[in-house]
Structures are given as structure tokens and as C-alpha cells.
């Protein structure tokens, strides 16, 4: 959740991704555009406001002008230019990129941090530009191939309580359509040939593409990068992008730029993993430095931040509890409107204090269509906690079916109950890790490199995937490299 998220963000939108499934889609999630970012009258040309709730926009006007000339210079040449709409970079250390129907391509800032030259970005950015080109989203959008893995709600959940969230599943599912072998070669063919039309070398996509296939395996088969997960890969995709680059290569006639010196640069001080400011969970307690408060995560469930929640699951799926804004008013408006928005029946509503602060009890069924059955009955039961902080106010929702609401109703309880300002000047101060370059002495291998720099060895291999290099690697005098830091 970040700092801003209720200047960000209606409450009542989104409250409403958490109604059950009915005809209508949920209403959209409002969200402030930069300045520095002029509206223009072209669907796409700004980002998608669902996919900002979701991730959050990075704040580094000199990279997003870099992408954003790359991108209009590559959506030129491309082979539809009025399809090509705008590009974002969105706050997430997840290792992804996606294009969206509407023509605009997001990167996030672990897959810029990923890159080690320029050519490796161009490469992706005209493997997504091809997907916009080949009308692949469109596509998959008619054969409503949308994934939903990228929210806990949508894949850790039973499905009887996923079905309350599958709404937001279908927002942030916007970016994250999943391609088959062809439209992935197909797009590959176009990365290749778009990149090498505007001086890039496109056998670098195929190296990064090695990143990422060591990504997956140092975190083992069941954590498979977001864009793996998206553009499934295939073990001749190396070998054919570097085929297809040797083509282009020949064709150009001319030695086509990496340029990785430039590129190293241009990414210092790039924020890397979570950034703490926007709330981490250590030891099982939720902190948030700059709202300044903290409370418990019940021990053992899986969580997942993001700039408009906080979700919190029980592993094997049976309840959850979501931190959401409720909005700036009174705890009697926004307990009324939270009852309304969830379309509770029999709801119970009560006034607490917590820990100092004025709060709202309201306990209520949610009543939606069995998706096994197909028939209208109870889907949850809901504890839901209003805290009012100041001028803000939050509200811990927590979900279970009815059957097991006795069983999930006191970690409810003991969540919400441990709401309390954050004080400790440690927790406080904490700062994300950012991307630092650094200049090689001659004869160092990378892990004496990192070494030398004071990275541990537990992270080593981490910093050489970050590198795209091995630990073992001779490194040439003056040659930059990549660590990461507070």
C-alpha cells in the first residue's frame, strides 16, 4: 500500500472488487496520472488505471522519458504505428513486461533492473510491441483467455472463496493475457525485426532470456518469473531468436549497438525487490513507514502488498483478510457504505476503540451464485473492522465461507485488534535496496568484484543473474557492474 492510497483511490471502487460475481463488471478503480504526463485523447496512450492500483508508477521521470522515446521511435517503424498507444514503467520488483489491448506496453522496474544493456530492452519492448501489432491481446480477450494468478485472491483461495474476489482477478488479469507458442514465436520474429530496424542488436533478447530461464531456477519450479508464467517459454526459443538475430544482423549490414555502459548508468539508483516504504512483513507483523502504523499477520499465512491493498491468506485457501482505504468521512458512512458495497445481509453493526483509535465492527453474509451449483445462497461470512487514523480510515475485511466463520473469526479479530502506530525508529527509517553501478579493478572475478563491494555470498548467485554473468567470471579493468544497496 502506498503512502498516497487514499488520495489514490475510491473507497467505494475499491471495495467493490470484493462484490460477488454478477453481471455487471466492478466499477473502475480511479487513480491520479502524473503531470509530467499529459492526458491525451487516445484510449491507451495512458496507463490503465487498474493496472496502477495494481502496481503502482514508478516515480523516475528519466527512465520513462527513455522508454517512452524508445517506444514512439520503435511504435514508427512498426508494421500497424496507430495501434502502439503509450508505455509505462510501473512500481513492481516482479520480472515482467506486458502489453495491454488498448496498445500500451508496461515494464516493470525488476525487469528494467534485469537488464544489462539497452539492446536487451529493445528486444522485449519490440517482443511486446509485436504483440500489440499481431493483435494477440485482442485475440485472447475474444477467446476470454484472461489469467488471474496475479493477485493471492485469484490462485491461493479455495474456489468458493475466490469466487468473492474473482472481480479483481479480471481487473489486473487486463495485462496479464497468457500466449500460446505461436503468438510467443510470432512476437519473438517482430522483437527481432523491430529492434534491429532502430540499431539494436536482437541477439540480446535471446541472452535475456537466459536470465530469466536462471531466475526460475534458483527459485526453484514453483515461483516461475511473472513473465514466464505469461510468455511461456520453450528450450528452442534461445536458439531460435539467435537465428532470427544473425538474420537481421546480416540484412543490416552494419554493427548493430548493445550499448551497455549507457544503459548501466541510466539505471542507478533504480529502487530493487519490495520497497519498504510502501509496507513490508517482517517476523509477522505488517509495518508501514510512512502511514506509520503496524498490526499483525496471522503466522503462517501467505501476503501480498499492493498501492491499493493488502491481502493476507490462510495457505490452504479458507479465509482471507484484505486492508483496504475506506475512504476519509465518518465511521458511520463508511461502515453503511462498506455494508452496501459487499451487499451484506443481516449485517451487525457496532462501535470499538482499538489500541486509541475510534473503530467500527460489522459482521455480515454475502450472498452471490455458488459457482459449483449455480444457485444464489451465502458464499462468505464477514468480520470487517473500520480503524479511523487520523483523517483516513481502513478496513480490514476478512472472508471465510460460513461453515468455517468460527474457526477464522478470532484471526480476524486478533489482525484488526493489533492495528497501532508505529514508533520504532528502526522500522521507521527502513529504505528500499537500489541498483548501484560499480567499476571492476583488473583481474577481479565477479564474486571477488561483489566482495569487495560488501555483498554477503548467500548473494552471489542473486547478483549474478542481476548481472547476467557467473560468480566465476574474469572482469576487465574499468568494466561496470551491478550491486545493490540501501
Known amino acids: 500500500m502506498q503512502p498516497t492510497l487514499t488520495s489514490v483511490l475510491h473507497a467505494s471502487a475499491t471495495l467493490a472488487l470484493l462484490l460477488p460475481l454478477s453481471g455487471s463488471q466492478p466499477a473502475p478503480v480511479a487513480a491520479v496520472v502524473p503531470a509530467a504526463r499529459p492526458v491525451l485523447p487516445v484510449q491507451g496512450a495512458q496507463p490503465d488505471p487498474s493496472v496502477v492500483a495494481q502496481f503502482g508508477l514508478l516515480n523516475d521521470s528519466k527512465l520513462q522519458s527513455y522508454i517512452d522515446s524508445k517506444g514512439m521511435q520503435m511504435g514508427k517503424i512498426s508494421d500497424r504505428p496507430a495501434?502502439?498507444?503509450?508505455?509505462?514503467?510501473?512500481?513492481?520488483?516482479?520480472?515482467n513486461a506486458f502489453a495491454t489491448p488498448d496498445g500500451h506496453v508496461y515494464f516493470t522496474r525488476g525487469i528494467m533492473a534485469h537488464f544489462n544493456n539497452e539492446a536487451q530492452f529493445s528486444g522485449v519492448l519490440g517482443h511486446e510491441i509485436g504483440h500489440i501489432t499481431a493483435r494477440h491481446g485482442q485475440?485472447?480477450?475474444?477467446?476470454?483467455?484472461?489469467?488471474?494468478?496475479?493477485?493471492?485472491?485469484?490462485?491461493?483461495?479455495?474456489?468458493?472463496?475466490?469466487?468473492?474476489?474473482?472481480?479483481?482477478?479480471?481487473?489486473?488479469?487486463?495485462?496479464?493475457?497468457k500466449y500460446g507458442r505461436d503468438d510467443e514465436n510470432e512476437s519473438?520474429?517482430?522483437?527481432?525485426?523491430?529492434?534491429?530496424?532502430?540499431?539494436?542488436?536482437?541477439?540480446?533478447?535471446?541472452?535475456?532470456f537466459l536470465t530469466l530461464q536462471r531466475t526460475e531456477q534458483s527459485s526453484g519450479a514453483a515461483t516461475i518469473p511473472t513473465f514466464l508464467s505469461s510468455h511461456p517459454n520453450s528450450a528452442d526459443r534461445y536458439t531460435n531468436v539467435k537465428k532470427l538475430a544473425q538474420q537481421a544482423e546480416q540484412q543490416a549490414g552494419r554493427q548493430l549497438a548493445v550499448n551497455r555502459d549507457q544503459y548501466l548508468r541510466m539505471i542507478e539508483g533504480l529502487p530493487y525487490g519490495d520497497n519498504p516504504r510502501e509496507g513490508y512483513v517482517e517476523n509477522s507483523v505488517f509495518y508501514h513507514p510512512d502511514l506509520k502504523f503496524q498490526f499483525p499477520v496471522p503466522q503462517g499465512w501467505k501476503s501480498q502488498n499492493s498501492p491499493s491493498q493488502f491481502q493476507m491468506a490462510e495457505p490452504s485457501g479458507?479465509?482471507?483478510?484484505?486492508?483496504?482505504?475506506?475512504?476519509?468521512?465518518?465511521?458511520?458512512?463508511?461502515?453503511?457504505?462498506?455494508?452496501?458495497?459487499l451487499k451484506l445481509q443481516n449485517a451487525q453493526a457496532s462501535r470499538t476503540t482499538i489500541n486509541g483509535f475510534p473503530a467500527a465492527v460489522i459482521q455480515g453474509?454475502?450472498?452471490?451464485?455458488?459457482?459449483q451449483t449455480g444457485q444464489q445462497g451465502i458464499t462468505a461470512r464477514t468480520l470487517t473492522f473500520i480503524i479511523q487514523d487520523g483523517q483516513n480510515l481502513y478496513a480490514f475485511v476478512g472472508l471465510t465461507s460460513p461453515a468455517a466463520f468460527e474457526t477464522y473469526a478470532p484471526q480476524f479479530q486478533r489482525t484488526a485488534q493489533g492495528y497501532r502506530r508505529l514508533t520504532d525508529a528502526a522500522k521507521l527509517n527502513r529504505q528500499p535496496e537500489r541498483v548501484r553501478i560499480k567499476t571492476a579493478k583488473a583481474g577481479q572475478t565477479l564474486a571477488s568484484a561483489l566482495a569487495a563491494n560488501g555483498i554477503p555470498s548467500k548473494r552471489y548467485e542473486e547478483l549474478a543473474i542481476l548481472n547476467g554473468m557467473k560468480t566465476t567470471d574474469k572482469m576487465t579493468s574499468g568494466m561496470l557492474f551491478k550491486v545493490v544497496g540501501r
Do not use: C, E
Request: zero cysteines.
Open 139 to 177: 485475440k485472447q480477450q475474444t477467446r476470454s483467455t484472461i489469467a488471474n494468478g496475479a493477485l493471492i485472491l485469484g490462485s491461493i483461495l479455495s474456489k468458493r472463496v475466490a469466487s468473492i474476489a474473482q472481480p479483481a482477478s479480471q481487473v489486473v488479469g487486463l495485462g496479464l493475457l
Open 83 to 95: 495501434d502502439v498507444k503509450g508505455f509505462t514503467i510501473v512500481d513492481s520488483p516482479i520480472i
Open 188 to 208: 519473438d520474429k517482430l522483437g527481432v525485426k523491430y529492434s534491429s530496424k532502430i540499431g539494436y542488436d536482437p541477439a540480446s533478447m535471446a541472452d535475456f
Open 365 to 371: 453474509d454475502q450472498v452471490g451464485q455458488d459457482q
Open 318 to 341: 479458507k479465509a482471507v483478510i484484505v486492508l483496504l482505504p475506506a475512504g476519509t468521512g465518518t465511521l458511520d458512512a463508511a461502515a453503511q457504505s462498506l455494508a452496501q458495497q
